[in-house]
């Protein structure tokens, strides 16, 4: 868990202490950000692509922050933008990626992106160092991209080639996320990725029908139907499991769960969670015992999913805006620290 010294008590902003508004306020209220970014498109090796988009100086010694968004969310997601604003702003550069098929454009395989899709991860953290080998690189996820951060840091220890982490408000265990978000008034948040899921699926099939992409298009017809599917459990039996190799829901959720892959974690990371988050069972949530040497728990009363919003109404400020550049530029200044 955390202590005083690791950060401050978060204190929702007044009106907003109910973790449905935490959670809603950036996708339905948040003042819009515009920043001029660099777009750039990554090939995999499976021939399918991934699009970044860079912000912040172009100094090849000045760090970088690698920013993963959430489920049925691109680089435009408002944590996302407004990290990247805020990095900038301490002089370092950032680059926003969006999963497969995530930024405008449907992918070309018929596999998708999950939250256990840390191989993609992993080749893009190559990438970056390949394009920036001078550049201390970072990541922060959000939710599905925290998961998959986690994941990837458990599965590489001491391999990860990044030199921090965050990650925020995550799926620790995706079958039991699965059946909290269909519980009371979290089945709204399910109704919303049930529709932007199968919407996901349904623009991959047109433009494989427009490309003339038989292959895939005849693999996401075996999928049948998508017209009746309701919960998670649902579309990742139907749609997520035989799209991207596992055998069903209950194998995709025991492999991609990152609360399995903590306590290979060898790269110091930060942890901000809320016990009232509305996606995530509290028993869902880690044990200290679970937690790597090196891992900072910021666990929170309150704050939402993704949320985390104070100040006030008129005037919000960002919780996760301030902590997270602090704890990366703690994290930074030790690291040069310990090289010098």
Known sequence: MSSPADSRAFVPASGLGNPHLQTLWGPLWRRTIHLDRRRERMWLEDGDFLDMD???PHDAEVPVVLVLHGLTGSSNSPYVVGLQQAMEKRGWTSVALNWRGCSGEPNL???SYHSGASEDLAAVIAHIRTARPLAPLYAVGYSLGGNILLKHLGESGLDSNLQGAAAVSVPFR???CADRIGLGF???YQRHFMREMVGYIKDKQRRF???????GLAT???????DNLRTFWEFDGKVTAPLNG???AHDYYRRASSRYFLGGIRTPTLLVQSLDDPFVFKHSLPHASELSAGTVFDLQKRGGHVGFVDGSIRTPTYYLERRIPEWLVDVHGANDTSVA
């Open 186 to 188: 979290s089945k709204v």
């Open 109 to 111: 395989l018929a596999r």
């Open 220 to 226: 996401l017809a075996a999928l049948g139907s998508l």
């Open 54 to 56: 860079w912000y912040g």
């Open 209 to 215: 029908q427009h490309e003339g992409l038989s292959d």
């Open 246 to 248: 596992f055998v069903d």
């Open 174 to 176: 995706l079958d039991e």
